[in-house]
């Protein structure tokens, strides 16, 4: 008889790429509302806000950014952000990226670490989604100081990242 080891061990198993928020990730590129791509007119700003349909941004994730070298003053960010508030679930300043290790870094630090108490844990490597390493980075920095170990990869064929010395 073949004995399954893997299924058998003491081994928690934590996948990132379930954290990987769904479709609701939304960007505004601000280089849009620029005169000549480098000047933000208040005036024609305001309209834009004034008359934006916010509530397409009903429940999503919203990043803000400027793909141009513009700068950009930062009661523009603030105004964008009042607008957004009443719908968006997140706002964040910086690019799509930026949003999804943002969602990454609430979750892990929402996580209740003593789920993981004394455990030997795998965090998951392969995935189809782009986990932010980022996301590792944290995850390991929140487990270490309660499992017994972090391993990297698939359970079958893991990589050692930290073990809790024997005291």
């Given at each position: 008889m073949i004995e399954n080891k893997v299924s058998s061990s003491s081994l928690l198993t934590l996948d990132l790429e379930e954290w990987y928020?769904?479709?609701?990730?939304?960007?505004?590129?601000?280089?849009?509302?620029?005169?000549?791509?480098?000047?933000?007119r208040e005036k024609d700003f305001r309209t834009f806000?004034?008359?934006?349909?916010?509530?397409?941004?009903?429940?999503?994730h919203v990043a803000l950014f400027?793909?141009?070298?513009?700068?950009?003053?930062?009661?523009?960010?603030?105004?964008?952000?009042?607008?957004?508030?009443?719908?968006?679930?997140?706002?964040?300043?910086?690019?799509?990226?930026?949003?999804?290790?943002?969602l990454y870094r609430q979750k892990i630090a929402a996580l209740n670490v003593e789920e993981y108490r004394d455990q030997r844990v795998v965090i998951k490597g392969?995935?189809?989604?782009?986990v932010p390493v980022q996301a590792y980075v944290q995850i390991t920095a929140r487990l270490s100081p309660?499992?017994?170990s972090i391993m990297y990869g698939e359970p079958c064929s893991t990589v050692?990242?930290?073990?809790?010395?024997?005291g």
């Open positions: 928020p769904e479709s609701d990730v939304m960007q505004i590129d601000i280089a849009d509302l620029l005169v000549e791509g480098l000047l933000l806000i004034s008359e934006n349909n916010w509530s397409q941004y009903q429940d999503k400027c793909s141009t070298d513009a700068i950009i003053p930062r009661w523009a960010w603030m105004l964008l952000s009042t607008s957004l508030q009443p719908y968006a679930k997140t706002i964040v300043f910086g690019d799509a990226q930026t949003l999804v290790e943002e392969c995935s189809k989604k782009s309660v499992v017994k050692p990242v930290f073990k809790r010395a024997k």
